[in-house]
């Protein structure tokens, strides 16, 4: 189940490395999902 059917689901960080910066990650995460509700 993704975010993309129907808003329903979750958003999982699969990221390999932990030292990015979590709150630049999160936004990154909220632009790109603000973007495709626009489309």
């Given at each position: 189940m993704t975010?993309?059917?129907?808003?329903k689901?979750w958003l999982?960080d699969?990221?390999?490395?932990?030292?990015?910066?979590p709150?630049?990650?999160?936004?990154?995460?909220?632009?790109?999902?603000?973007?495709?509700?626009?489309a």
């Amino acid at each position: 189940m993704t975010v993309e059917s129907g808003w329903k689901g979750w958003l999982e960080d699969r990221r390999p490395a932990s030292n990015a910066d979590p709150y630049k990650v999160a936004a990154i995460i909220v632009k790109t999902v603000k973007a495709q509700n626009k489309a």
